[in-house]
């Protein structure tokens, strides 16, 4: 089945602790991002990447880290997380930058 | 400066009739623009594209319309069902393709 699969799915963290929320899909897409939501403000791009080892920003970019090492992950690391990146957390992929996206069921994080 | 604005005032309509919901933009000239279902909890769901050069596409019950004269893209659902009920979003990519932007969706909610 294809799918784009995070993990984990909910986290409570705290300020400053170093965490990293994965992300894989198996349909050997190229093209690959992340997004945050949130209440009132929707979905917006953090990073996104056209292919191995090519990584850019997006919107929100700040306080995060991404690297794609391989095609078929992008993980997404918050080297010294706050309370203001409490959101929802959303990785898609496409097989190329203009074609629709598939989206992961999500991973809700909460900083304390 | 960019802005993507779909009514955020849930739309209620009973099933059976036609759902109608708006995307307008600003300061954008999409080659594309998306359309998602998101449901609670949920990654959004591609439904449609249409090109910058398509001025309607349908798909079984869905019907988009995109005009980029007048910077709006009009998204039909007919024969409403209570299972349409959800989040539906439009998205733009920017100048360059290598971004999708959100609009912040609407909620449509289909009575029975």
């Known amino acids: 089945e294809a799918q784009v699969t995070q993990n984990p799915r909910y986290l409570i963290t705290v300020t400053g602790k170093k965490l990293t929320v994965t992300c894989s899909q198996n349909?050997?897409?190229?093209?690959m991002s992340w997004y945050r939501q949130d209440p009132g403000l929707g979905l917006r791009q953090i990073y996104y990447s056209m292919n191995v080892e090519v990584t850019d920003k997006g919107d929100v970019p700040e306080g995060y880290k991404v690297s794609r090492k391989e095609k078929r992950n992008f993980p997404l690391i918050l080297e010294s997380p706050s309370p203001n990146q409490t959101s929802l957390y959303f990785c898609?992929?496409?097989?190329?930058?203009?074609?629709?996206?598939?989206f992961g069921d999500g991973t809700r994080l909460s900083i304390l | 400066s960019q802005k993507i604005e779909q009514n955020s005032e849930a739309l209620n309509i009973q099933e059976g009739k036609t759902a109608t919901l708006t995307c307008n933009y600003t300061?954008?000239?999409?080659?594309?623009l998306q359309w998602y279902r998101q449901d609670p909890g949920r990654g959004p769901v591609f439904l449609l594209l249409?090109?910058?050069?398509?001025k309607e596409k349908r798909k079984e019950r869905l019907k988009v319309t995109f005009d980029t004269t007048l910077k709006q893209s009009l998204f039909h659902i007919t024969a409403s069902q209570p299972a349409d009920s959800a989040t539906y979003l439009c998205?733009?990519?920017?100048?360059?393709?290598?971004?999708?932007?959100f609009g912040g969706g609407t909620r449509l909610m289909v009575k029975p």
């Open positions: 249409i090109r910058e050069n398509e």
């Open positions: 898609a992929s496409s097989p190329a930058r203009a074609q629709p996206q598939h």
């Open positions: 998205a733009l990519d920017n100048n360059a393709g290598n971004m999708l932007t």
């Open positions: 349909m050997n897409h190229e093209y």
């Open positions: 300061n954008y000239s999409p080659a594309y």
